[in-house]
């Protein structure tokens, strides 16, 4: 089945240009998460949904960054005013109901230059 | 926040050969661990998890084993093949609602 897909893959942003990422999870699923990715790193925690619910956004940087799930499904990281050191690989995972593995997609590339 | 580490950031393996990547965690409160693979340019992929009511469980050509007394978590990949080249990472949550990860350990399988 259709796994966890991110848009776009690859972002190049000016310094002071706001962007936004889109993440389309598991049909089902019901939590989502994001997490930012440094080269060389393991993924960090953003924020996590459950349904509509923004349940915890204490790993967002700033108030630069900022997260939706309107509906419950599709979500939406925008980062504001990008800086230099926004510059990493922004991952959306989604898992279903219970304790189960997040369900990773590929990522998207965030270049500010 | 959490402290998830690894105990070797690179490892080189021979082709056939068996290979173990370690894991430190900090939080005892932990009660489940995952392992990822990752390959460049793809996000982390599932490999095999394991609850801390178990002490060994076992996938295909993987095995995990977690110590709680020493809080540690292995990865072990019998007969490694080319293929699994990638970074590993473990990743431990306490909630079932929050995951910590690692830095990670790079595979290199040498043909």
């Known amino acids: 089945g259709a796994g966890v897909s991110q848009s776009p893959r690859y972002k190049v942003a000016k310094r002071g240009q706001d962007v936004a990422l889109r993440c389309d999870p598991i049909?089902?699923?019901?939590?989502l998460f994001w997490y930012q990715q440094a080269l060389g790193q393991g993924p960090e925690f953003l924020t996590y949904?459950?349904?509509?619910?923004?349940?915890?956004k204490s790993g967002l940087p700033s108030d630069r960054f900022f997260a939706e799930r309107p509906e419950g499904s599709v979500s939406t990281l925008k980062i504001q005013r990008t800086q230099q050191e926004d510059s990493a690989v922004y991952l959306c995972?989604?898992?279903?109901?219970?304790?189960?593995?997040?369900?990773f997609g590929n990522g998207t590339r965030l270049t500010v230059t | 926040g959490e402290s998830v580490g690894l105990h070797l950031p690179t490892l080189s393996v021979q082709e056939g050969d068996n290979s173990i990547i370690n894991c430190a965690y900090s939080n005892s409160a932990s009660d489940y661990f995952i392992w990822y693979k990752q390959e460049s340019g793809k996000g982390p992929q599932f490999i095999i998890d394991i609850r801390s009511n178990m002490d060994k469980r076992q996938g295909q050509r993987v095995t995990v084993l977690l110590n709680k007394t020493v809080k540690h978590l292995s990865l072990q990949i019998a007969a490694t093949q080319p293929g699994d080249s990638a970074v590993y990472f473990c990743a431990e949550s306490p909630t079932g609602n929050q995951f910590y990860f690692g830095t990670g350990t790079s595979l290199t399988v040498i043909p």
């Open positions: 995972a989604s898992t279903g109901t219970g304790v189960s593995p997040l369900h």
């Open positions: 049909s089902g699923h019901v939590s």
């Open positions: 949904f459950q349904n509509e619910a923004q349940l915890d």
